[in-house]
C-alpha cells in the first residue's frame, strides 16, 4: 500500500520560510516522478515544483520560480519543498504527489497523492 505523508505546514508571517517534507512508503520511490501541488478553498489545485528522478531536473511553477526549491533524498524515500519569501498568495494545503511515467504540471498524470500539510501565510 502507496503512503505519503506530508509535514510541516504551520502558519507564518509574509516573506518567511518553512519547510515541507513528504515521506513515501510502499513504492520504489527511486523509480518515481515527485512533486508537489497546492489548493486553496474554492480553487482549483495548482503545480508548484517537481523532480526527476534522480534529484537532476526540476521544474516549477512560475509563480514560485527563484523562492522554492524542491529536492528529494532517495535514501530516506522523502521529497522537500523550501518555500521561501513567503507570500499570502502561498497560502492552501500542500499535497505531495508520485508518479512513474513522467514530471508532469497536470494533477491527473500522478499516480499517487499524501492527504496534505497546510501553509498559511499571514499579512
Same mark, same amino acid.
Given at each position: 500500500?502507496?503512503?505519503?505523508?506530508?509535514?510541516?505546514?504551520?502558519l507564518?508571517q509574509?516573506?518567511?520560510?518553512? $519547510?515541507?517534507?513528504?515521506?513515501?512508503?510502499?513504492?520504489?520511490?527511486?523509480?518515481?516522478?515527485m512533486?508537489?501541488? $497546492?489548493?486553496?478553498?474554492?480553487k482549483?489545485r495548482?503545480?508548484?515544483?517537481?523532480?526527476?528522478?534522480?534529484?537532476?531536473v526540476?521544474?516549477?511553477?512560475d509563480?514560485?520560480?527563484? $523562492?522554492?526549491?524542491?529536492?528529494r533524498?532517495?535514501?530516506?524515500?522523502?521529497?522537500?519543498?523550501?518555500?521561501?519569501?513567503l507570500?499570502?498568495?502561498?497560502?492552501?494545503?500542500?499535497?505531495?504527489a508520485?508518479?512513474?511515467?513522467q514530471m508532469?504540471?497536470y494533477?491527473g498524470?500522478?499516480?499517487?497523492?499524501?492527504?496534505?500539510?497546510?501553509?498559511?501565510v499571514?499579512?
Amino acid at each position: 500500500q502507496v503512503q505519503l505523508v506530508e509535514s510541516g505546514g504551520q502558519l507564518v508571517q509574509a516573506g518567511g520560510s518553512l $519547510r515541507l517534507s513528504c515521506a513515501a512508503s510502499g513504492l520504489t520511490f527511486s523509480s518515481y516522478y515527485m512533486a508537489w501541488f $497546492r489548493q486553496a478553498p474554492g480553487k482549483d489545485r495548482e503545480f508548484v515544483a517537481a523532480i526527476g528522478w534522480n534529484g537532476v531536473v526540476a521544474n516549477y511553477a512560475d509563480s514560485v520560480k527563484g $523562492r522554492f526549491t524542491i529536492s528529494r533524498d532517495n535514501a530516506k524515500n522523502t521529497v522537500y519543498l523550501q518555500m521561501n519569501g513567503l507570500k499570502p498568495e502561498d497560502t492552501g494545503l500542500y499535497l505531495c504527489a508520485a508518479a512513474r511515467l513522467q514530471m508532469s504540471v497536470y494533477a491527473g498524470h500522478y499516480d499517487f497523492w499524501g492527504q496534505g500539510t497546510q501553509v498559511t501565510v499571514s499579512s
